[in-house]
């Protein structure tokens, strides 16, 4: 513990030598972010040190944003959500999580991506394509139709997470979803694909963590989803996305 609190007064004490941004510096990002995170698990009730780690985590978000590493941004953002909702363990995002995450942070995540990616992603962006596509905000996870999934694959044809071309090798039928790796690479190479299709990582993330249960059946989370699998497309990004419109993004 004394090790730990030494090396946060010396992040405190000299932020410009500790200023992972620079060149030639000798402690990293990561670096700084995991003597902020023993703390925190030695320590949960300590709000500075909390707070240190939130504002660490926007920087390292603003860092990769600026230097256009939009895969690290994606799953730096994801974190970022999971820390200021104090959901780092269990690792994901629920919906009452999400309706209660704070209006300045979600404001402050979008400005960062917005003003660092010339408009082209950011959750303000993906609201306006949300909405563009006919699909709804503020609705009832029961209340989810296949309406609701079929506009959700024209927002996701609309940002690029969805080709039509692509090919199902099991059933040799053609469409689907990328891969989130081949998502971010086609994002990276062409600056004219996927507007709006990033921040992603948090809700992909939680249909895989869904997908890889040992206990997953199509109908496992009933009628919260609409009885069928397909209604998780989207419905962690129409919760975000509801937020968004509440929040005057």
Known sequence: MASYTQAFNILKKHPNETDFTKDNQLLTGENIESVYRSLVNLNPQD?????????????????????????????????LMLNIVKREEPRHLGYDDINRFSCPNLQRIDKLWVSNSDKRFGFSVQ???????????????????????????????????????????????????????????????NPEVGRGGVPYYYSYSYIDTLRKLETWQPKV????????????WGSLEEQVLSRVATCRL
């Open 221 to 232: 989370l009933g009628s919260l989803v609409a009885g069928d699998f397909r209604g998780l």
């Open 47 to 79: 709000k500075e040190v909390r707070a240190s780690l939130t504002e660490h985590l926007y920087a390292q978000l603003e860092y990769f944003l600026k230097a256009k590493n939009w895969e690290a941004a994606d799953r730096k953002t994801y974190q």
């Open 127 to 189: 609201k306006e394509i949300w909405i563009s596509t006919k699909s709804r905000l503020g609705i009832k996870l029961s209340d989810l139709t296949d309406k609701d999934y079929e506009n959700y694959l024209r927002f996701a044809r609309a940002v690029g997470r969805y080709d039509d071309k692509l090919e199902d090798s099991t059933s040799r039928s053609r469409g689907g979803f990328v891969s989130y790796a081949e998502y971010v690479k086609r994002i990276k190479e």
